[in-house]
């Protein structure tokens, strides 16, 4: 056999080398060198309970940590050197550790299968990388409360059906957006936890009949616990499809805030203009400004859907334990994350620097139409009962409609309702009324500014920024 044969890790058991399309489509090292740093630092902890358990020296190991960390500046330094023969980034270190570590190099996958170290490395990524998610949703969730702040009382038009329903305070607005994000945390929080099981020790599928010891291991690791079952363990990939069910979830709600900014920085509604910086230009047409931003931010939403879908598509139907089909749940991930991450940046800046073209969308809230529900319910307090006050209403406005006159001179003229009804369509009042907790008026919505400041308090001290 050849030297290239002798260079995989399988070499006793066959008699030729590997093709070059069987390592062309098998490889994963292009896209799990990502994990390198991560299959260090699970290394280190199995190797570390190799000698506790006296199935390999002090010796043997104190030499496998040095390589391991000649490795790790390697890496790096970017001076490391990847093989033709290295089919992943376990390979490659396995095989760097035994030119450093000679004889001693040779035994740190004593009791271990790249199957329990994968799973071990992607969780061990996956807490890691968790986080960060996390403090770019909160960066985004402050931005939105800085500019609720700032928008003090400032009122737009509040749609459903995309039709103008009732004025809304624009902090109230941007609030909504804070709370969808905010369900977003605690859905990460609960997948990290579900995550944090340590998969080393399991072997390839069924354990070791050395004395390896998996609590230990899983401590070594920091995880609060170990695998109840060594099939699970190597086979489970629950966690990676939580993951992307959470970031697609999240890039979801980024979509629809995207979808928003979209709307409103046209010239139809003319609410918000993003700064230069968070904008683009027309290749032909001088006088445009895009929101691409926006725009990709609510593409990207499709991606990660997809990604999340594939993958379940991937585990769906897959026996017991490992199979090398779930080497594809990296690409999805990893891209998932890259592209959620980047577009949450993005959405922060251009949030945090847009301008709210106030008056334009208080003189959008304040027709008054959008108050017609407010005179309805002025009725009902007088006693008329609300079906009977909605279609007083309904038809004065049909009315004013069809005549071309403006709302007030009819509800003005009309026998049940007259001046005290029209002056429940003075502009701002309509907002003012909005008192019940929860809702789009000033008092409701300050204390929903305490709430959310209480909240961001609560996931700062938990993710430590
Ligand atoms: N690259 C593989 C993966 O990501 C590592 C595990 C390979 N295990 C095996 N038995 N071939 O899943």
Redesign the pocket.
């Known amino acids: 056999m050849t030297d290239l044969g002798k260079n995989t890790l399988w070499h006793g058991r066959f008699g030729e080398p590997p093709s070059e399309a069987l390592l062309a489509f098998t490889e ?1 090292l292009s896209f ?1 060198r990502r994990l390198a740093f991560h299959d260090i630092v699970g290394s280190r902890a199995h190797v570390t309970i190799l000698a506790k358990q006296n199935i390999v020296s002090g010796e043997e190991r104190d030499s496998i940590l040095a390589a391991l960390d000649t490795v790790e500046t390697e890496i790096s330094e970017q001076t490391f050197e990847y093989f033709p023969t290295d ?4 390979t490659a270190i396995e095989r760097r550790v035994t030119e450093l570590a000679g004889t001693a190099g040779a035994k740190l996958h004593t009791g271990r ?3 329990d ?2 799973a071990t490395g ?1 969780r061990l990524w996956w807490r890691d990388a968790g986080r960060e998610l996390g403090v770019r949703i909160v960066a985004l969730q402050e931005v939105l409360v800085s500019r609720a702040k700032d928008a003090g009382e400032v009122i737009l038009p509040g749609y459903t059906h995309l039709q103008r329903a009732q004025p809304v305070m624009l902090a109230h607005h941007l609030l909504a957006h804070f709370w969808a994000l905010d369900r977003d945390v605690d859905r990460l929080d609960d997948a990290l936890a579900r995550s944090d099981v340590s998969p080393l020790g399991a072997g ?1 599928l069924a354990g070791s009949s050395l004395p390896l010891d998996p609590h230990a291991a899983a401590t070594a690791l920091g995880f609060s616990r170990a695998f109840e079952n060594s099939l699970d363990a190597v086979g489970d990939r629950d966690f990676v499809a939580e993951a992307l069910f959470v970031l697609a979830l999240t890039q979801v709600h980024l979509s629809r805030i995207g979808e928003e900014v979209v709307l409103w920085s046209s010239d139809e509604f003319g609410f918000i203009r993003l700064a230069d910086a968070y904008s683009t230009g027309s290749s032909m047409l001088p006088q445009k400004k895009n929101p691409d931003i926006a725009e990709l931010a609510r593409a990207k939403s499709g991606r990660l859907i997809g990604n999340l879908a594939g993958f379940l598509a991937t585990l769906k139907g897959l026996p017991l334990s ?1 199979n ?1 089909d ?2 594809e ?2 690409e999805p991930l990893f891209d998932a994350f890259d592209q959620c991450s980047r577009a949450l940046v993005a959405l922060s800046g251009l949030l945090d620097t847009a301008t709210f073209m106030e008056e334009r969308a208080e003189i959008a809230a304040s027709a008054a139409t959008l108050a017609a529900t407010d005179i309805a319910e002025w009725l009902v307090s007088n006693g008329t009962p609300f079906r009977e006050a909605h279609a007083i209403v309904g038809s004065v406005v049909r009315q004013a409609i069809e005549r071309g006159v403006a709302l007030e001179e009819l509800v003005e003229i009309h026998p049940q309702l007259g001046p005290d009804a029209v002056a429940i369509l003075a502009p701002g009042g309509s907002v003012a009324r909005r008192t019940t907790a929860g809702g789009a008026g000033p008092v409701a919505v300050a204390r929903q500014l305490l709430m959310a400041d209480e909240r961001l308090q609560l996931r700062r001290s938990r993710l430590s920024i």
Request: net charge negative; no cysteine.
């Open positions: 994963s799990d089919e992943d980034i376990h299968s790249r199957n170290q994968i992607m390839a490992y090398r779930l080497q749940d990296k």
